[in-house]
């Protein structure tokens, strides 16, 4: 089955996300096509690695994850099509790559399938679409690339760390409106050492304990955890922690750690 996914900022007012589909389809009728999410702000690519890397491994080995973002045509910016854990990976090398994975990839290529001039300004549905498409259906990086072995690097902002304190950063809202840190969960267990610890954010907001799931706090109460991301979350259970918080993207938090 070749199963194609698609994380884009294309939205969903424009025609633009039904001219993916349609293109694909119309190569690869029996395509199964997966929505990951159209709603990445605007050529925000950690917005984008961010998503992508908490859910492409939920999906079966030999997938195709096909990247729309800040993909428009220039000269200077190269088309890419890797492998990585077994799942493939078809983009713009804008540095989106060195934020997604952990490792490096398996294998690399610069795509070298000749532009429609009619799709200059949306390779996606011309390019992308032939370099997944082509690998939906099993056949090799090297047959629509020349191997590489170098990516765009983009670096993100990391924690601060010190003895007894983690300073962060807001990286993520979700739909539900919870706030999503930079703060792993393997960071923040390192530094913390079975201490107390205090959750600073805003100028007085406070949180000193850290729950297993949303509705451990009454309703309308502010909780902190670790989602599914493995990322430190404030919420309130129930409520919109961001709009009720005042908590947006690069708004810093801080973890104090007790004696």
Request: hydrophobic residues 40%; charged residues 20%; glycine residues 6%.
């Amino acid at each position: 089955m070749a199963i194609i996914t698609l994380t884009t900022d294309l939205g969903s007012k424009d025609f633009y996300q039904a001219a993916l589909k349609g293109s694909i389809l119309t190569i690869l009728p029996t395509a199964t096509i997966v929505d990951i999410t159209h709603e990445v702000p605007s050529f925000n690519i950690s917005y984008a690695a961010f998503v992508l890397k908490n859910v492409y491994h939920y999906f079966p080995k030999g997938t195709v994850h096909l990247i729309g973002i800040d993909s428009v045509f220039s000269e200077n910016t190269k088309y890419i099509g890797l492998k990585y854990h077994d799942h493939y990976f078809v983009g713009a090398d804008n540095g989106i790559f060195s934020l997604l994975f952990d490792g490096k990839p398996d294998e690399i290529v610069e795509l070298n399938i000749m532009q429609d001039l009619k799709y200059l300004h949306f390779p996606l549905v011309d390019i992308f679409v032939k370099a997944a498409i082509h690998l939906a259906k099993g056949g090799k990086l090297k047959d629509i690339g020349l191997p590489t072995a170098n990516i765009e690097e983009k670096m993100l902002l990391n924690p601060v760390i010190e003895q007894d304190m983690i300073r962060g950063s807001v990286i993520y809202i979700d739909t539900f409106c919870n706030v999503i840190t930079n703060i792993t969960k393997e960071l923040f267990t390192k530094i913390q050492r079975n201490r107390d610890f205090t959750l600073f954010f805003r100028k007085s907001e406070t949180i000193t304990q850290l729950s297993w799931h949303y509705n451990e706090v009454s309703e309308g109460e502010k909780l902190c955890l670790f989602g599914i991301s493995n990322h430190l979350e404030i919420a309130i259970n129930k409520g919109k922690a961001s709009g009720l918080l005042g908590l947006h993207l690069g708004d810093i938090v801080r973890i104090q750690f007790h004696p």
